[in-house]
């Protein structure tokens, strides 16, 4: 049983790799203005997670912040995603870790989304891609 659930957890994880690495290739994404190098701080930001709560990174200062951000909730490649981040906890657990998803659903649609996948972490949405994020 647990041969069979690292397995799982194995092809979950290169299945979600390999969909990245395809829509790098080919282009898929968006780019952003702020470009960090190893090391930069992360922008401060404030956004609504799946379960009702406010999240602000300065908040956070301090601990470590895993964030997987996925393009959409309820679609296969991010399905993948999710359930290997949650999947991940008992690892992400040995740290002194805050792990989160991110995309820009509404914090409706995540709820509904994380309800529907019964993970444990917080969906968070910036459905207007950063218009509260400050960057500065």
């Keep these: 049983m647990r041969l069979l659930r690292v397995l799982r957890i194995a092809a979950t994880t ?3 790799a390999a969909t990245g690495m395809i829509n790098r290739a080919m282009g898929r994404g968006e780019s952003h203005p702020v470009q960090l190098k190893a090391g930069d ?3 401060d930001f404030s956004l609504l997670g799946s379960d009702g709560r ?3 990174l300065s908040d956070l200062r301090g601990d470590a ?3 997987a ?3 959409k909730a309820f679609t296969p490649g991010c399905t993948k995603e999710c359930e290997s981040l949650g999947s991940s906890r008992a690892v992400l657990g040995q740290f002194k870790v805050r792990y989160f998803g991110a995309n820009v659903d509404t914090p409706e649609t995540n709820r ?3 309800t529907s996948l019964g993970i444990d972490y917080p969906v968070l ?3 207007d891609r950063g218009s509260r994020a400050r960057t500065g």
């Design 14 to 16: 290169v299945a979600a």
């Design 41 to 43: 701080p992360a922008p």
């Design 54 to 56: 406010g999240y602000r």
């Design 65 to 67: 912040v895993v964030i």
């Design 69 to 71: 951000w996925f393009p």
């Design 112 to 114: 509904r989304f994380a």
């Design 125 to 127: 949405s910036d459905p």
